[in-house]
């Protein structure tokens, strides 16, 4: 069946851009997690859904990040004004709502 | 002090061989505990679940010790396709599924 799609695969924005990341989860999936993965490191926690309820932001790293899910369904990640040390791959995941986790193939973005 | 650490490596073994990575954690209460593997340039893909009893699937072996909070995971007669970086993942303790993550384990299986 279909997994976790996200897109764009790549971004690269100019410093002070904004940006929309969007993911698709695995149909039917209640919980849905955004993540980032700098170079050579696991990737960090941003933020969870339950729905579309937004349960957990704590990892956000600034009032610049902001995600929403409005539907339950698809998600996007939004970064305004973005910075060079927002470079990364910000990965996705769903889960039918039990523990493991399914990740999309991320969103590679360069901050120039 | 990081949530999950792991040992970098990088792990260079021969074929055939047997290799052994452990990962510790400092959430006593966690209660989800997990190994992906990650291929180069490539998504975390779920490889096993860990539970409490120790479990196994093919070739690979996944153990919890909760009392020393650390889990492991053995890979048996190694397989060139088996080069990859292994991440360790424990839930969060403040938000129920979302996982935290070690640095990984690289491994390289030479012919």
């Known amino acids: 069946g279909a997994g976790v799609s996200q897109s764009p695969r790549y971004k690269v924005a100019k410093r002070g851009q904004d940006v929309a990341l969007r993911c698709d989860p695995i149909s039917g999936h209640v919980s849905l997690f955004w993540y980032q993965q700098a170079l050579g490191q696991g990737p960090e926690f941003l933020t969870y859904f339950q729905n579309e309820a937004q349960l957990d932001k704590s990892g956000l790293p600034s009032d610049r990040f902001f995600a929403e899910r409005p539907e339950g369904s698809v998600s996007t990640l939004k970064i305004q004004r973005t910075q060079q040390e927002d470079s990364a791959v910000y990965l996705c995941?769903?889960?039918?709502?039990?523990?493991?986790?399914?990740f999309g193939p991320g969103t590679r973005l360069t901050v120039t | 002090r990081k949530e999950v650490e792991q040992d970098p490596g990088p792990f260079n073994v021969p074929e055939g061989a047997t290799v052994a990575f452990n990962c510790t954690y400092s959430?006593?209460?966690?209660?989800?505990f997990f190994w992906y593997r990650q291929d180069c340039r490539k998504e975390p893909k779920l490889l096993m679940s860990v539970y409490s009893s120790g479990n196994e699937d093919g070739r690979f072996t996944a153990q919890l010790n909760r009392a020393s909070q650390y889990i492991s995971l053995l890979i048996r007669d190694s397989k060139l396709s088996d080069s990859a970086t292994y991440l360790c993942a424990v839930n969060r303790k403040s938000s129920g599924y979302a996982l935290n993550f070690g640095k990984g384990t690289s491994l390289l299986v030479t012919p």
């Open positions: 959430n006593s209460a966690s209660q989800s």
């Open positions: 995941a769903s889960s039918p709502g039990l523990d493991e986790q399914y």
